[in-house]
């Protein structure tokens, strides 16, 4: 009788584990209604030697979202971001500073094990940037350039926990804009880019950040 009685003592604690382990499993992921608060940090450096040019740059975009599904996603997000390129044969050194607001959609398509989810984002923004050049004669302020775009993103998540994750964006997949020089002359600019191989070289745009789910 005391062995019958273990045995079914060791079922039901195999069972609760079992239990368990799938619900902690269903917590890697979303679900409708959760609520997701992510911050990305894209950043760069060059230093020519040979032309004595130096690049950097360095720029941060908060995000909020809703999950509709529990694989589709819609928020929002902002950015701001400066970049310096500095001459020192010339002497000279621009400097460009940007702001940008934007909407989203993103759709999770893949699941590599519990923890990585894979998706693909559809963003519309708008980006105001300002610049200045500094030369030996002095400084001067460039005209501000106000950009509309739309892109289209891989990027993937791994959860460190049940509610924080790691999101890294993988590759920009399509991307176009429309730019225009806050003068009364100026005319807009367009430009397309796309790169439908998105594993080749996926870690050729450094942007990591961390993702909080609610």
């Known amino acids: 009788m005391k ?8 079922v039901f604690a195999f069972g609760f584990a079992n239990a368990q382990e799938v619900e902690n499993a269903q917590n ?19 230093n020519n030697k040979n032309t004595e040019v130096k ?14 599904t529990d694989k589709t996603m819609v ?11 500095t001459d020192d044969l010339l002497n000279t050194e621009v400097k460009a500073n940007n702001v940008s607001i934007g909407v989203f959609g993103r759709y999770y398509f893949l699941e590599l094990g519990e923890r990585f989810k894979t998706y693909g ?4 923004g708008y980006q105001t940037a300002k610049g200045e050049l ?11 350039v106000n950009t509309i775009g739309v892109g289209l993103s891989v990027g993937m998540n791994y959860f460190l926990t049940q509610n ?25 600019q367009t430009e397309f ?6 594993l080749n070289n996926i870690f050729a745009t450094p942007t990591i950040g961390l993702m909080y789910k609610f």
């Open 75 to 85: 928020g929002i997000e902002l950015g701001i971001g400066s970049a310096k390129t």
């Open 28 to 46: 890697f992921g979303f679900a409708k209604g959760d609520i997701i608060v992510e911050g990305a940090l894209q950043f760069g450096t060059t």
């Open 134 to 144: 500094t030369t030996p004669l002095g400084t001067t302020k460039n005209d501000d």
């Open 164 to 188: 924080m994750a790691v999101s890294f964006t993988l590759a920009d997949v399509l991307s176009y804009g429309t730019s225009k020089v806050d003068s009364d002359n100026a005319k807009a």
């Open 55 to 68: 690049t950097s740059n360095l720029g941060f975009t908060p995000k909020a979202g809703l999950f509709v």
């Open 193 to 198: 880019n796309g790169n439908l191989n998105v």
């Open 3 to 10: 062995k019958i009685v273990l045995s079914v003592a060791a």
């Open 121 to 124: 984002e559809l963003g519309l």
